[in-house]
């Protein structure tokens, strides 16, 4: 995973594989044992598009195995890809005996060796039958075995991998790109509290093993003296339906008028807020500008959910997709690119948009019968629960 360029390219590409780094995994898993330390007690983990050759996942959980409590653990492969050279350097295969038109299944339930404790040594592993696709009726029947679901999933398979998890009731903890929360498979899941981002990234970027034939065209990479490719990503998160209790925790904010007065934003400062044209909300461009006194709708960026707490706000919508809710459609309009170059098009209906007083100077623009309007970002709509 990389900037989002890098991203569009991987998806067109289906090179989806991105291998998380095991910092990045115990940060996160850190999260919930503080708020539980039996969150994982007694538990059969499984990481469905996961090997060990390549993914830290099975290599914490298992490393971890003891002190998290676990009953059992079970990693998934996908069959080798023929771009693959290398394979067997953890369990000893030989390049010659590997059939690579069928998936692997890894276990850890018990001391293997002898040794008085449970840990990586103790993987114990065969082929599947059919080539470990996650919607295999074999790995399906391993979802349906597990308590929790643990995994970074193919960019491209996003959405089919959260359905084929939340239709099966299970617990989960899974690495996607912050835009994924605009897809309708997504967001209401989000709207209802059936799922929350995880704790442990926010913002900034995070680095990624990837394959050794993928393109190194991101804004940051590295290669390290192994020979071993990484490529830093933004906008990336943890989703997931595990407590972790520090989402619980209310904004402290100002007020409409201190905001306009003292917001470190010049987009609010001395300015104020304005209103969607074709919706009841106010524009609110950053999280720390909400004001506390405003008892209607507001829009904030999808960052939001990074310090979203369900007690102090209600979630109403999403202006991406909208959902049925936007109260105005627009008809054709005229796009006038920052260069000047106009087409007709119907863009303004597929967000929130903001009716201005003047054509502005360096920015794509929409005409509606001559007036000029801007369209953001896509933005969450909410409201606050208690009483101001």
């Known amino acids: 995973m990389a900037d989002s360029t890098a991203l569009r390219k991987a998806k067109t590409a289906k090179q989806d594989e991105f291998y998380t780094q095991y910092a990045d995994i115990q940060a996160e898993i850190n999260a919930y044992l503080e708020y539980d330390p039996d969150t994982f007690k007694g538990k059969t983990v499984l990481l469905p598009c996961d090997d060990p050759e390549w993914s830290n996942f099975t290599r914490f959980f298992a490393e971890n195995f003891s002190a998290l409590g676990l009953k059992k653990l079970i990693s998934t492969s996908y069959a080798p890809d023929t771009k693959r050279e290398k394979y067997g350097v953890l369990f000893d295969w030989a390049a010659g005996d590997i059939d690579k038109s069928r998936g692997r299944i890894f276990v850890l339930d018990r001391d293997v060796t002898g040794d008085g404790k449970i840990n990586y040594d103790d993987i114990k592993w065969q082929y599947l039958r059919g080539d470990g696709d996650f919607r295999s009726e074999e790995v399906c029947r391993l979802r349906d075995e597990a308590d929790i ?22 617990s989960f903890l899974i690495i996607g790109n912050m835009n994924a929360i605009t897809y309708k498979e997504v967001f209401p899941l989000i709207m209802s509290n059936r799922m929350w981002l995880g704790e442990s990234i926010h913002s900034g970027d995070r680095e990624f093993g990837v394959p050794k034939e993928y393109p190194l065209e991101a804004a940051g990479w590295r290669v390290d003296e192994k020979g071993n490719r990484f490529i830093r990503v933004k906008g990336v998160r943890w989703f997931t339906n595990l407590e972790h209790g520090r989402r619980h925790q209310p904004l402290q904010l100002m007020t409409m008028a201190d905001n306009k007065k003292y917001s470190r934003h010049k987009e609010v400062k001395c300015v104020g807020y304005n209103k969607y044209d074709n919706y009841d909300a106010i524009e609110v461009p950053f999280t720390d500008a909400i004001p506390s006194d405003y008892s209607g709708i507001m829009g904030v960026p999808i960052s939001f959910l990074d310090k979203y707490c369900p007690e102090q706000f209600e979630i109403v919508g999403i202006t991406k997709t909208w959902f049925g809710a936007a109260n105005k459609v627009y008809p054709e309009q005229i796009e006038v690119s920052p260069n000047g170059k106009r087409k007709r098009v119907t863009k303004l209906n597929d967000g929130a948009s903001l009716k201005l007083t003047k054509e502005p100077d360096g920015e794509t623009y929409y005409l509606v019968d001559e007036a000029p309007y801007t369209q953001l970002y896509a933005r969450i709509l909410i409201r606050y629960r208690m009483e101001k």
Not at 150 to 165: G, Q
């Open 149 to 170: 679901i643990v995994t970074n999933p193919p960019f491209s398979l996003f959405r089919e991998f959260l359905t084929w998890i939340v239709t099966a009731g299970k």
